[in-house]
């Protein structure tokens, strides 16, 4: 409970800097939209499907074969697609062998005891970031 709080605050504080922010005219308004997910994975596929430069995935364990597919797409599309993983979930390694084999770059993180992190930055211009 007590996280969603948190990250109620956090958006809030989002929305707020972004009014703020275009108010003052520091720079261009931002569009902010926020999106429940695995509840609406609608979104995410579509923002990764509009991708047109280059698509940044960070995720702690990586084993969705239909995302992993759209990714390859996208890098033969000529979309530059990077992925982190962490090095010690085993999970990770046979889609990490996959995407290797079709293009896509992967790097894989062993320093920290845990690589938690879960975004995705869509053309400079999209954060997607998860959470669970």
Do not use: W
Request: proline content about 2%.
């Amino acid at each position: 409970m007590r996280v969603k709080y948190v990250v109620l605050l956090c958006v809030g504080l989002l929305l707020l800097s972004s009014y703020v922010v275009s108010y003052f005219g520091f720079v261009t308004p931002v569009h902010t939209t926020v999106v429940i997910s695995p509840d609406d994975n609608a979104a995410l596929y579509n923002a990764l499907s509009n991708a047109q430069h280059e698509i940044l995935v960070s995720v702690y364990i990586f084993t969705n074969k239909e995302l992993a597919q759209l990714l390859v797409d996208k890098a033969a599309h000529n979309v530059t697609v990077m992925v982190l993983l962490d090095g010690k979930v085993k999970f990770n390694e046979p889609m990490a062998v996959f995407l290797v084999e079709h293009n896509v770059t992967v790097r894989v993180v062993r320093s920290f005891s845990q690589f938690h992190a879960k975004y995705v930055v869509i053309d400079g211009k999209v954060v997607i970031v998860g959470s669970h």
